[in-house]
T-cell receptor, first 116, second 112 residues
Framework: GAVVSQHPSRVICKSGTSVKIECRSLDFQATTMFWYRQFPKKSLMLMATSNEGSKATYEQGVEKDKFLINHASLTLSTLTVTSAHPEDSSFYIC????????????FGEGSWLTVV | QKEVEQDPGPLSVPEGAIVSLNCTYSNSAFQYFMWYRQYSRKGPELLMYTYSSGNKEDGRFTAQVDKSSKYISLFIRDSQPSDSATYLC????????????FGKGTRLSVIA
């Protein structure tokens, strides 16, 4: 199946700093990518829909100034957590739709963020 | 009523058993249905992807969609300890550009 890669897989940062997470579709182009957040033993919570070349669409309750999303190319979307706080510590997962296979949605491996 | 209902379990079965996982949903406009498997601390892995009603089989896995009942199922035959994971059902209105709506996931343990 198609591969979606996330980097870094784990990151620890200090409170107040910013951290960027990358999501790449390795063997297909994705005009749309999605960013999720997942707490332990909970389901995925959609944060935003990332559209190539345009602004992301954020879900209600998600601060767009805190979670900056950039989808600059058809294979790369980035999520930047700005001024991170310990409560931002979570598992962040991206997904991308592969138009060449009926828009099947594949997920990245996820990125563990710990804010200390 | 939540859009997608899924029993969180946990579900524990002996090795070799047939496992049945189910989800119900309320939005009759959903057209695409998926099952993902998620191991602890990993991203979800696509298992099955079906469009509209019907059955789809892939190895030990069978997905069923009954749109008239708004009910989808995933069957796992000859379950193995390596099948122990959380299984998430997901569905969407249109493929690709519309976010998936997930069930809460069912935690499955297959005991050797």
């Amino acid at each position: 199946g198609a591969v979606v890669s996330q980097h870094p897989s784990r990151v620890i940062c200090k409170s107040g700093t910013s951290v960027k997470i990358e999501c790449r579709s390795l063997d297909f182009q994705a005009t749309t990518m999605f960013w999720y957040r997942q707490f332990p033993k909970k389901s995925l919570m959609l944060m935003a829909t990332s559209n190539e070349g345009s602004k992301a669409t954020y879900e209600q309750g998600v601060e767009k100034d805190k979670f900056l999303i950039n989808h600059a190319s058809l294979t790369l979307s980035t999520l930047t957590v700005t001024s991170a706080h310990p409560e931002d510590s979570s598992f962040y997962i991206c997904s991308a739709a592969d138009a060449s296979s009926g828009n099947t949605i594949y997920f990245g491996e996820g990125s563990w963020l710990t804010v200390v | 009523q939540k859009e997608v209902e899924q029993d969180p379990g946990p579900l524990s079965v002996p090795e070799g058993a047939i496992v049945s996982l189910n989800c119900t949903y309320s939005n009759s406009a959903f057209q695409y249905f998926m099952w993902y498997r998620q191991y602890s601390r990993k991203g979800p892995e696509l298992l099955m992807y079906t469009y509209s009603s019907g059955n789809k089989e892939d190895g030990r896995f069978t997905a069923q969609v009954d749109k008239s009942s708004k009910y989808i199922s995933l069957f796992i035959r000859d379950s193995q300890p390596s099948d122990s994971a959380t299984y998430l059902c997901a569905m969407t209105l249109n493929s690709g550009n519309t976010p998936l709506v997930f069930g809460k996931g069912t935690r499955l343990s297959v005991i050797a």
